[in-house]
């Protein structure tokens, strides 16, 4: 038998895909560079919005990164990839989405430039790596100090945080309502600020304009009373908050009930009647006039707790409760028999309040409130839900900068500095690493570019222009994308948080080392199951009639 004789051999299921090699890294760069093309003409001041419309027919305007890229229902394993960069980035910063996409995508276009050169992908790998490192250590050189009794700096880091998006027309007014729910719920330690951003809920309603938007010392619920009966107002407020039903239980196993004589059905009514009217008694007793349960609540029990004036909401939420919980102070009850006075919260005023078309009840002036409620208004559904995405952002950027007391300047200069930073130390080392660190600076100028592109700005002469006023040592100096020149961007107000910066460029170095070292895709054959013979309702498999498989004669 002669060597072309050899039967080929396969180790593979049938109609399983697989590319290798040069195919295999092009085909996963390819992928990656279009999720970053997707959402690069959002980024900046001027950048545009898009709009996706699901299988349901609902539409989303947006030009939030991660909106967009989760609403996309992306597939390509590698295109997934540098979504998950994104989704990190919300997680951990709240902002800098489409940043942290863009430059993982320009990061992979520069290495696709070294491999065609026969540089090898560990290679270009570690260079990344390296210069990875080196940023952090760079941008950390160039950040300055924030603190939470900076209003002016933390008021201008929202204002930076919602430019470009649909919040930008009362920037200013939601700014300063960022800025005053974050300080009311932080908590100082020593020289540390924390602030958990569960306590901050951002309630959006259709209806009103931009600007009427609102901060409650306290707490706002979708929810109305559940009695007309009960009061609208309720001022110096006794709030209990109620894990059970005020209802009667039903039995834990089936029960029938005997009744032979109308009156024993009576007594029967009656004394379902006093349990409720002694669990609404225990409740008055504690001196409390206002109830929130998280349960239901029996339409006698609605009954007797109106005619003591308690002003009652039933089916809150468990995080809702837990907000009211920290908001007032009020200790969550699991039974009315153990509810007493000292579980009691207490707020300035309770009001049943009509926002919109519906009827919401908000639990204001409370002493020392730490959660927060920030209602956000807007002419249509889609306005609001973009407003109410920008407020995330502006709330998630200012903890960023709390909690690592760092920011930089923003407009694209903390990009050229690290870019001019990146080529000196590039010049250090001996290796073909130089190459891959010089391409990751190269790699890094994409944001400042994208900016002037979408500005509709020549990108080159910004560029030059950038690079010229940082060779001067002018570390903050940006771009101004409305009028083409180059600013202090500091002085102008366009500030980040460090943490976004460190935080892109971390993730986007990560994932493109990842899909630099693939030189292998394998598909399974996903369509196999759903090609497998189904059996009829009779029970034989398809093509099986007659008696045990044989053909019908």
């Not at 973009?386 to 709330?395: C, L, S, T």
């Not at 130390?425 to 002037?452: M, N």
Request: negative net charge; hydrophobic residues 40%.
């Amino acid at each position: 038998m002669t060597r072309n004789d050899v039967q080929p051999i396969f180790i593979l299921p049938e109609n399983t895909q697989r590319t290798t090699g040069r195919t295999a890294q092009r085909t996963n760069i390819m992928a990656a560079k279009l999720v970053a093309e997707t959402v690069r003409t959002t980024l900046g001041p001027k950048g545009m919005d898009k709009m996706i419309v699901d299988s349901t027919g609902d539409v989303t305007v947006t030009n939030d990164g991660v909106t967009i890229l989760e609403e996309m229902q992306i597939e390509q394993p590698a295109a997934k990839m540098v979504v998950e960069i994104a989704k990190t980035q919300e997680d951990e910063v709240g902002d800098g989405t489409t940043t942290a996409v863009v430059l993982a995508g320009e990061l992979l276009k520069h290495a696709e430039e070294l491999l065609e050169q026969e540089i090898h992908p560990t290679i270009v790998a570690k260079g990344y790596r390296l210069a990875a490192k080196k940023s952090q250590e760079l941008l950390d050189e160039i950040a300055k100090p924030v603190a939470l009794k900076d209003k002016d700096i933390l008021k201008k880091i929202a204002m930076t945080a919602m430019t470009g998006k649909g919040a930008e027309s009362a920037k200013e007014i939601l700014a300063a309502l960022a800025v005053d729910a974050v300080k009311a719920v932080a908590e100082t330690e020593e020289k540390n600020v924390y602030v958990d951003i569960g306590n901050i809920k951002v309630e959006r309603k259709v209806g009103s304009a931009v600007e009427e938007s609102e901060l409650v010392d306290g707490i706002v619920l979708d929810k109305e009373k559940v009695h007309p009966g009960m009061p609208r107002m309720v001022e110096n407020a006794k709030i209990a908050l109620i894990d059970s039903a005020i209802e009667i239980k039903n039995t834990e196993m089936d029960a029938k009930i005997s009744i032979t004589d109308p009156s024993q059905m009576q007594a029967f009514l009656d004394q379902e009647e006093n349990m409720l009217k002694n669990m609404v008694a225990k409740i008055v007793n504690t001196g409390a006039n206002v109830v929130f349960s998280q349960k239901g609540i029996d339409d006698t029990a609605q009954h007797f707790l109106a005619k003591h004036g308690i002003y009652a909401v039933r089916r809150v939420k468990q995080s809702d409760m837990s907000s009211l919980s920290k908001a007032t102070g009020a200790r969550i009850v699991t039974n009315i028999e153990d509810l007493t006075k000292e579980d009691l919260g207490n707020a300035g005023m309770i009001e049943e309040a009509k926002v919109g078309d519906e009827e919401m009840t908000y639990v204001k002036k409370c002493k020392n409130p730490k959660s927060v409620t920030l209602l956000v208004r807007g002419g249509t559904e889609h306005v609001a839900d973009e407003i109410k995405r920008a407020v995330d952002d502006a709330i998630g950027d200012i903890v960023a900068a709390l909690k690592t007391g760092q920011v930089v300047a923003g407009a694209g200069a903390p990009e050229i500095e690290l870019a001019k930073g990146l080529r000196k130390y590039a010049g250090s080392l001996k290796g073909r690493e130089q190459l891959a660190v010089q391409k990751f600076a190269d790699a890094v100028e994409v944001i400042p570019r994208t900016l002037a592109e979408n500005a509709g700005l020549d990108p080159i002469d910004v560029l030059t222009d950038l690079k010229a006023s940082h060779q001067k040592g002018k570390a903050t100096a940006g771009i101004n994308v409305f009028t083409g020149k180059v600013i202090d961007a500091w002085r102008e107000g366009v500030i980040e948080p460090l943490k976004i910066k460190t935080q892109a460029v971390n993730s986007a170095s990560e994932v493109t080392n990842m899909i630099l070292r693939i030189d292998d895709n394998i598909t399974g054959n996903v369509d196999a199951a759903a090609k497998q013979p189904q059996m009829p309702p009779g029970g034989m498999p398809p093509g099986m009639g007659g008696m045990g498989g044989m053909p019908d004669y």
